[in-house]
């Protein structure tokens, strides 16, 4: 290869390759906001089916939730368990509002 195109091409392998860092300060609290989520989730969940709300189907679709949020945990992808346990969250709040 004659050096004009190697140093564009050697540019661009190296910018490929820092952008793949760029992600890696937020995965600490990534892992916490989904590990922290997730248990005050099931604890809200736990609460809500002592309260009578455990048939509801916004319950139910909080429960699947936060079971794909628990292997999203496993496969350390911690923005998309945090997603989920949200969602969950919104759920179980409402399942205890509309009783």
Do not use: W
């Not at 390759?17 to 300060?25: D, N, R």
């Not at 609460?47 to 909080?62: E, L, M, N």
């Amino acid at each position: 290869m004659p050096p004009k195109i190697i140093a564009p091409a050697l540019i661009v392998v190296a910018l490929t390759a820092l952008s793949g860092c760029s992600s890696e300060p937020t995965t600490a609290g990534e892992r916490a906001a989904c590990a922290n989520g997730l248990n005050a989730a099931y604890d809200a969940l736990n609460f809500a089916r002592s309260k009578g709300f455990g048939g509801t189907v916004d319950y139910t679709k909080a429960a699947a939730l936060l079971g794909a949020a628990k292997i999203q945990q496993q496969f350390d992808e911690y923005d998309n368990c945090v997603i989920k346990v949200r969602e969950a969250q919104r759920l179980i709040s409402e399942s205890q509002q509309q009783h």
